[in-house]
């Protein structure tokens, strides 16, 4: 299972698919990025997560799962977690909280609550200790609660904590580092599009999440002990997957799933191109640190496709 912390090595744009006369560039950056991720190694501990997620069937007759622990907010905007214990008589203790940086000037906001809660059957109603009259109730489902505060006043306009939350000891360690399927690339379960909600629901929170501080992308989310990296375009779809994997294994799903066009260039750098959606998946196998092999998923752009015509990048 990955773990998280943040990393910010990782700042390879799609403009990296250069013709011939921005090869160079290329170089460059693919050795930059190759050098930060050595540099970083040591701090990185490679785990399995989810490839996708647990059937809303399978979840739905979990209704066993306790509500003690801690829960991640399933937010495409705010950085969340719920945790909760419960004590004799279906009484429970909470602490609610969640942060978020503004993509306009860097500043961070947080909102926090806590207090206490009765559990009757599925829900619980609760009290907020800060603030007075900012209660409100907890419908847990199998792996997800629910969490709704009606009174508008008591969120900020900065952080809003409705929604759901789902456990974090539920998300899965069987995915593999690659999966082709639909003409989509999987990557750890994750593909182009998706959204930051849709990514924790299937790798926990991230150890940051906001505006990339390098400037290459409106919004990232970085998971540093796996090498993760996700930037997002400004409606909040992923545009961008970053990522590390054992060399061996995903050459193996690679040979396994993948049967469409697959390029190399001089370097010997690989390109994997479904000419139906431009989706691209680029690793280098003459640069890897031990057994890791770091790729990028992404669109491809005209500059692919003048490396073709010029020839520096042909059919494999």
Not at 31 to 59: L, M, R, W
Not at 167 to 188: D, L, R, T
Request: net charge negative; proline share 3%.
């Amino acid at each position: 299972m990955y773990k998280l912390i943040v990393l910010t090595i990782l700042t390879v744009s799609i403009s990296i698919i250069a013709g011939c006369s921005n090869k160079t560039i290329l170089e460059e950056k693919i050795v930059k990025t190759d050098q930060e991720i050595e540099k970083a190694d040591d701090q990185f501990h490679k785990k399995d997560t989810a490839a996708e997620p647990k059937s809303t069937g399978d979840e739905e007759k979990q209704e066993d799962i306790p509500w003690d622990g801690q829960w991640i907010f399933l937010s495409d905007d705010d950085l969340g977690q719920l945790q909760i214990e419960v004590l004799e008589g279906n009484k429970i203790n909470y602490t609610l909280g969640g942060t978020r940086i503004n993509p306009i000037n860097n500043s961070s906001y947080a909102n926090s609550f806590e207090g206490t809660g009765v559990i009757q059957d599925n829900k619980a109603e609760f009290t907020n200790n800060l603030v007075e009259g900012c209660g409100g109730v907890m419908e847990k489902k199998g792996t997800i609660i629910t969490l709704i505060i009606e009174d508008e006043s008591c969120h900020t306009p900065q952080v809003y904590l409705n929604g759901d939350y789902k456990k974090v000891n539920s998300i899965g360690n069987n995915a593999s580092p690659f999966a082709f399927k639909n003409g989509e690339f999987y990557i750890y379960g994750i593909s182009l599009g998706d959204t930051p909600s849709t990514v924790k629901g299937l790798l926990g929170n991230p150890d940051y999440e906001g505006p990339d501080e390098e400037g290459f992308y409106e919004w990232i989310q970085d998971y540093s002990t796996q090498s993760f990296y996700i930037s997002y375009s400004g409606d909040n779809t992923a545009e961008s997957i970053h990522a590390e994997a054992d060399e061996s294994e995903l050459k193996t799903a690679i040979a396994k799933e993948f049967k469409g066009q697959v390029y190399i260039d001089d370097d010997g750098s690989n390109y994997l191109f479904n000419p139906d959606n431009k989706q691209l998946l680029i690793f280098n196998e003459k640069e890897q640190n031990g057994q890791m092999i770091s790729f990028l998923v992404t669109y491809a752009d005209g500059n692919f496709h003048q490396g073709i015509e010029q020839g520096w990048i042909r059919q494999k």
